[in-house]
């Protein structure tokens, strides 16, 4: 499983970004996705979840009312609306997909595969 993560950038504080994750798999739907980020100087972190169906998610508190996942099976693609940033926002953002059967919402410790990153940056 190949994925790819896009649509960062530089964005004011309160402004939004939507992230994408396009994945090189013929059984995309088989997958869970999810997001997670990386501050510098910090471990990286779990920001959201989603089920192979798109009919679970979970969100990090950090995040919850501001971001919004998202999937579309049939595009092989994954998002991640991000509103209301702000600097602490500021990371490397990576997707990745779990293989393991069903949904356990609690994707902490990581996923199986993982794409290469895409900064965001919040300005103050």
């Known amino acids: 499983v190949q994925l790819q993560a896009s649509g960062g950038g530089l964005v004011q504080a309160g402004g939004s970004l939507r992230l994408s994750c396009a994945a090189s798999v013929r059984t995309f739907s088989n997958y869970a996705v999810g997001w997670f980020r990386q501050a510098p100087g910090k471990e990286r972190e779990f920001v959201s979840a989603i089920s192979w169906s798109g009919g679970t998610t979970t969100y990090a508190d950090s995040v919850k009312g501001r971001f919004t996942i998202s999937r579309d099976n049939a595009k092989n693609t994954a998002y991640l609306q991000m509103n209301s940033l702000k600097p602490e926002d500021t990371a490397i953002y990576y997707c990745?997909?779990?293989?393991?059967?069903?949904?356990?919402?609690?994707?902490?410790?990581?996923?199986?595969?993982w794409g290469k990153g895409t900064q965001v940056t919040v300005s103050s």
């Open positions: 990745a997909a779990d293989k393991s059967p069903g949904y356990s919402g609690d994707y902490t410790g990581g996923m199986d595969y």
